[in-house]
């Protein structure tokens, strides 16, 4: 398995070389050159497993480089830690399917992809004689979870940019309240458009990113993509066992399309079984829009809402999305890349949004709304959401009756302890805390706060990078 550019700037590399890479350095995301496919007896083979045994035997389809022996270690590793041996649960609620996500150490998602990252790029760097400086930006979780995957470990020091007084202060104190040495907090003064825009302006200065040894750790580095298709083919094989379901549709909080796109990968994966994704989406709806009006485009400024992590008009894993609705034309979607740097917009023509639409189907959901979701999703069964969850529920249930036909599973994102306020306000009270969280108030913080600004970035990584 050779990975390549969504922009056709570099020459085929490896599993492990895309890894270290983050972001093609032609300023692409990477891909597979083919993305593999499981027939009805590999499907067959898999049923029964438990969530190692099935990571390990979907990660071997993408992954030729790296023994059995050690990814089967690598993945075993990243799970241990979680509360549940499920890794992620799926607890039927209502009507729907709630697929928990929030069971590792950092109580989000992310926790899925980037423990096992960490522990990957401990085994490259260790094999490789090398160092690396991790450099990512968060809108909420991927910060926290990319701490704790690589917290502690030689060779590696991380930086991480998020919007100063953006994320909720649950997700800030997960991220600043981590003493370990090798962990450099940075608040940036801006938007999480604005970090991302720095990291990834940084990731392009390629002498810069040789000098100092910067690897990616957000979605950009297509191993996060790899962990996430897991739990959708986990979850449908969990759904047919149980009742029988040969197709499955999935609804997904949708900010910086990383997720939903691991969504993507896995309904090429197992086709015909996952039927339609449903990309959800809060007031900063650009990727709404791009699926109602055929454009994608900025809209003036980001909103702030109760569900931060999805407050996010560029979308940075749309790019590979576009690779192949573009029929794999790694030019045309340079091009369109370079019209939307200039522009702040893509203009998509019919046939490709008839072929979008059949690959997902799109709701943006309110702040009252998502508040409501929580609120009556409590009052009717007990469940509590976060409010990225309660997003992607009311998507689900707007939609369903018009374009839907199967088992819907809604992803939990996040533990609703996260989002106390904002369950409080739903519900009445906030939500329980985990273990993990109690006294993180009274716990020291360490950040550096700095401008949207490029230089001084880079002048704090010079500064404290090994």
Same mark, same amino acid.
């Given at each position: 398995?050779?990975?390549?550019?969504?922009?056709?700037?570099?020459?085929?590399?490896?599993?492990?070389?895309?890894?270290?890479?983050?972001?093609?350095?032609?300023?692409?995301? @990477?891909?597979?050159?083919?993305?593999?496919?499981? *027939?009805?007896?590999?499907?067959?083979?898999?049923?029964?497993?438990?969530?190692?045994?099935?990571?390990?035997?979907?990660?071997?389809?993408?992954?030729?480089? @790296?023994?059995?022996?050690?990814?089967?270690?690598?993945?075993?590793?990243?799970?241990?830690?979680?509360?549940?041996?499920?890794?992620?649960?799926?607890?039927?609620? *209502?009507?729907?399917?709630?697929?928990?996500?929030?069971?590792?150490?950092?109580?989000?998602? #992310?926790?899925?992809?980037?423990?096992?990252?960490?522990? %990957?790029?401990?085994?490259?760097? !260790? /094999?490789?004689?090398?160092?690396?400086?991790?450099? *990512?930006?968060?809108?909420?979780?991927?910060?926290?979870?990319?701490?704790?995957?690589? !917290?502690?470990?030689?060779?590696?020091?991380?930086? &991480?940019?998020?919007?100063?007084?953006?994320?909720?202060?649950?997700?800030?104190?997960?991220?600043?309240?981590?003493?370990?040495?090798?962990?450099?907090?940075?608040?940036?003064?801006?938007?999480?458009?604005?970090?991302?825009?720095?990291? !990834?302006? &940084?990731?392009?200065?390629?002498?810069?990113?040789?000098?100092?040894?910067?690897?990616?750790?957000?979605?950009?580095?297509?191993?996060?993509?790899?962990?996430?298709?897991?739990?959708?083919?986990?979850?449908?094989?969990?759904?047919? #066992? !149980?009742?029988?379901?040969?197709?499955?549709?999935?609804?997904?909080?949708?900010?910086?399309?990383?997720?939903?796109?691991?969504?993507?990968?896995?309904?090429?994966?197992?086709?015909?079984? &996952?039927?339609?994704? @449903?990309?959800?989406?809060?007031?900063?709806?650009?990727?709404?829009?791009? @699926?109602?009006?055929?454009?994608?485009?900025?809209?003036?400024?980001? &909103?702030?809402?109760?569900?931060?992590?999805?407050?996010?008009?560029?979308?940075?894993?749309?790019?590979?999305?576009?690779?192949?609705?573009?029929?794999?034309?790694?030019?045309?979607?340079?091009?369109?890349? /370079?019209?939307?740097?200039?522009? *702040?917009?893509?203009?998509?023509?019919?046939?490709?949004?008839?072929?979008?639409?059949?690959?997902?189907?799109?709701?943006?959901?309110?702040?009252?709304?998502?508040?409501?979701?929580?609120?009556?999703?409590?009052?009717?069964?007990?469940?509590?959401?976060?409010?990225?969850?309660?997003?992607?529920?009311?998507?689900?249930?707007?939609?369903?009756?018009?374009?839907?036909?199967?088992?819907?599973?809604? %992803?939990?994102?996040?533990?609703?302890?996260?989002?106390?306020?904002?369950?409080?306000?739903?519900?009445?009270?906030?939500?329980?805390?985990?273990?993990?969280?109690?006294?993180?108030?009274?716990?020291?913080?360490?950040?550096?706060?700095?401008?949207?600004?490029?230089?001084?970035?880079?002048?704090?990584?010079?500064?404290?990078?090994?």
């Amino acid at each position: 398995m050779k990975y390549i550019s969504t922009r056709g700037g570099i020459e085929p590399i490896s599993f492990k070389d895309s890894v270290m890479m983050g972001l093609a350095t032609d300023g692409g995301l @990477i891909l597979p050159e083919q993305l593999p496919t499981a *027939g009805p007896e590999i499907i067959e083979k898999w049923e029964g497993l438990d969530y190692h045994e099935l990571a390990y035997e979907v990660m071997s389809l993408f992954i030729d480089d @790296i023994t059995s022996k050690d990814l089967k270690a690598m993945i075993d590793n990243a799970y241990k830690n979680f509360d549940t041996p499920e890794v992620t649960p799926l607890v039927k609620v *209502g009507d729907l399917h709630i697929l928990e996500l929030f069971h590792g150490p950092t109580l989000a998602f #992310k926790d899925i992809a980037l423990q096992f990252l960490g522990n %990957l790029f401990s085994y490259l760097l !260790k /094999e490789r004689n090398e160092k690396m400086n991790i450099l *990512g930006a968060t809108s909420g979780d991927t910060g926290s979870a990319a701490i704790y995957g690589v !917290k502690g470990k030689e060779n590696i020091n991380i930086f &991480i940019l998020h919007p100063h007084g953006r994320v909720s202060p649950i997700q800030a104190l997960q991220m600043t309240t981590v003493p370990d040495k090798n962990v450099f907090n940075i608040a940036i003064n801006g938007t999480f458009d604005d970090c991302q825009a720095i990291v !990834k302006n &940084i990731f392009n200065d390629i002498p810069f990113k040789s000098q100092y040894k910067l690897g990616a750790v957000n979605s950009i580095n297509w191993a996060r993509i790899l962990a996430q298709v897991v739990y959708y083919v986990y979850s449908f094989l969990w759904i047919k #066992k !149980k009742e029988g379901a040969e197709r499955v549709d999935f609804s997904v909080p949708t900010g910086n399309f990383g997720d939903i796109f691991a969504g993507y990968v896995a309904r090429r994966l197992i086709s015909p079984h &996952i039927e339609r994704l @449903i990309l959800a989406t809060n007031e900063n709806n650009i990727l709404t829009r791009f @699926i109602m009006e055929g454009r994608y485009k900025i809209a003036q400024r980001v &909103i702030p809402t109760v569900s931060p992590s999805m407050d996010i008009q560029i979308a940075s894993n749309f790019e590979r999305y576009i690779y192949y609705l573009f029929g794999q034309d790694p030019q045309r979607v340079k091009r369109a890349m /370079e019209q939307f740097e200039k522009t *702040g917009e893509i203009v998509f023509n019919p046939d490709e949004m008839t072929m979008a639409r059949e690959d997902f189907a799109s709701a943006s959901i309110s702040q009252p709304e998502t508040i409501e979701t929580i609120r009556a999703v409590y009052r009717n069964t007990g469940y509590v959401l976060d409010p990225h969850t309660a997003v992607g529920v009311a998507a689900a249930k707007r939609l369903s009756s018009a374009l839907l036909r199967h088992s819907i599973v809604c %992803l939990a994102t996040a533990h609703p302890a996260k989002f106390a306020r904002t369950v409080k306000e739903a519900i009445g009270h906030e939500p329980k805390r985990p273990a993990s969280l109690e006294d993180i108030e009274k716990r020291p913080t360490r950040l550096k706060l700095l401008p949207a600004d490029i230089g001084a970035v880079k002048a704090y990584i010079q500064q404290q990078a090994t």
